[in-house]
């Protein structure tokens, strides 16, 4: 089935013309009428669109166009739904935003469909990407492909389920604070956060801009590094975007980590970590050592800090971003007697809980009076965090945890408790925190009910290279990314 291929299969296949970019894109589009009506990745999908891409990647195959000219020519990419792509609805998975239409295509759409994919889809989301479960979409909730009673994790749900489920080859979305690492890891997938900076946000709709990445969901590490490869590098409409070469990150692929220093940080060795994750990390780390890599305790010693940091600058941004969301220029008005009103009833009937609870916080972290005690003390305590990394980076070569403290919980279960939802972040917000990045591989699963279980690698600012060469030694040494859920 040419749906469930990897990038580098498909790609292979396109080139020696064993196979259509129409066929392998049919081969997706019937696994989503298969499979998405009980899993609910997708939100919408223009099929004769997708279909016409697919024709146009043919017609340049068969024009003599290559995969080294173009390296994702013909294959089937999805997105977050909180990416515009010309032409396509955008809506967060948030009721606000009514019928609108994106007029631009963000630069990553742009440089994937430079680079010949074809993105096809708008995958399910928490609303304005808030939360760790999908389960605040306005949209419903997206089931994990692996235990359809459970959360795929959030906030991109839909593209790791997605992806798990064989219903694309790759697809992308956002990680604010754990966003592509957590859902990837829930959903057995490979997730990759970029160093900030490394790929444009225009045309993502922020959520927290100083936190916001946009990055890869593949199935093995490979795919990841090609993705990345197209998607990254310096875009004069975002400010924050640098300079920095763009490396052949596929060439770092080569199994070499001998001598490799990975940091095990003690402050993450937490109580109520679930004992399989723990089991199952633990033999990763043993079999990375076992391959030539050199394990080294350190100490991240403001780790205790990095949630309570989070869900004081990720609000304060957000409330400030969210407020262009008004009823004036777009979204789905709600008139009242004058403007005042016209804001109150618009945004109120717009936003769901979550997101409402995040603009309370955010404007009260940062009103006068608690700007102080609140926003800055967590601007120095950021800078604390970073600082631990770099400080950890001066001795090791990449940082290794768990990225999730259990595997995927139950629908329903964490929804009444928000802290308790926020705490499933917790491996995976310091690196935001610190702008680095970030990759969740598999590295196991739980026994019964069989869940997968996620490994994460940090890096040095613009370490892409580092982590994906060892997450890639550790995947060829194993096979969890090659096992599939029962759907
Ligand atoms: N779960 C975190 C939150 O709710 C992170 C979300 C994200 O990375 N977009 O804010």
Redesign the pocket.
């Given at each position: 089935m040419l749906n469930q291929l990897t990038i580098s299969e498909l790609t292979a296949k396109l080139g020696n013309r064993e196979v259509s970019a129409r066929e392998a894109m049919q081969a997706c589009l019937g696994q989503v009428s298969r499979v998405d009506g009980e899993l609910h990745a997708f939100i919408s999908h223009d099929d004769n669109d997708a279909l016409a891409q697919a024709d146009a990647a043919d017609k340049e195959i068969s024009n003599g166009t290559t995969h080294s000219q173009k390296p994702l020519l013909g294959v089937p990419i999805a997105v977050k739904d909180v990416l515009s792509v010309k032409g396509q609805p955008l809506n967060c998975c948030s009721k606000i935003l009514g019928k609108f239409i994106s007029p631009y295509d963000a630069t990553v759409v742009e440089r994937l469909k430079a680079a010949g994919a074809i993105v096809f889809g708008r995958l399910n989301m928490?609303e304005f990407?808030?939360?760790?479960s999908t389960e605040n979409s306005a949209f419903g909730v997206t089931k994990n492909p692996w235990d359809k009673t459970r959360i795929p994790g959030?906030?991109s749900g839909g593209s790791a389920a997605a992806v798990a489920a064989d219903e694309c080859l790759a697809s992308i979305g956002?990680?604010?604070?754990?966003?592509i690492r957590?859902p990837a890891a829930l959903c057995g997938c490979v997730g990759l956060k970029p160093t900030y900076g490394r790929v444009s946000r225009y045309g993502l709709v922020a959520?927290a801009s100083s936190l916001d990445q946009i990055g890869p969901f593949t199935k093995d590490v490979r795919d990841s590094a090609t993705v990345l490869e197209a998607i990254s590098g310096l875009d004069p409409r975002d400010s924050t975007s640098v300079p920095q070469p763009v490396p052949k990150y596929s060439s770092a692929l080569n199994g070499e980590i001998k001598g490799l220093k990975l940091g095990l940080p003690k402050e993450y060795m937490i109580g109520g970590m679930d004992p399989e994750v723990k089991q199952a990390v633990d033999a990763a780390v043993k079999q990375l050592e076992k391959m030539g890599a050199e394990i080294v305790e350190i100490s991240l010693p403001h780790t205790d800090y990095a949630a309570a940091t989070?869900y004081i600058i990720?609000p304060a941004e957000a409330s400030a971003n969210l407020a262009r969301f008004d009823g004036i220029r777009y979204c789905d008005r709600v008139e009242g007697g004058d403007l005042a009103d016209l804001y109150m009833k618009t945004r109120g009937a717009g936003f769901g809980p979550e997101v409402k609870r995040r603009i309370i916080l955010g404007t009260y972290v940062l009103s006068s009076g608690y700007y102080d005690a609140y926003y800055l003390r967590a601007q120095k305590v950021r800078t604390l965090i970073r600082q631990d990394f770099l400080n950890a980076f001066e001795k090791v070569d990449a940082v290794i945890t768990p990225t999730t403290p259990t595997p995927a919980f139950k629908i329903g279960e964490k929804s009444d408790d928000p802290l308790q939802m926020?705490l499933s972040?917790i491996f995976t917000i310091s690196c935001?925190l610190a702008g680095i990045p970030g990759i969740s591989i598999p590295c196991g699963f739980t026994a019964n009910p069989k869940l997968p279980i996620g490994l994460q690698l940090l890096g040095k600012p613009f370490g892409e290279e580092t982590i994906l060469k060892i997450a890639h030694a550790y995947e060829q040494s194993t096979d969890w990314h090659k096992q599939k859920p029962a759907l």
């Open positions: 928490d990407a808030m939360g760790s959030g906030s956002s990680d604010t604070g754990g966003s957590q959520f989070y990720a926020y972040d935001n």
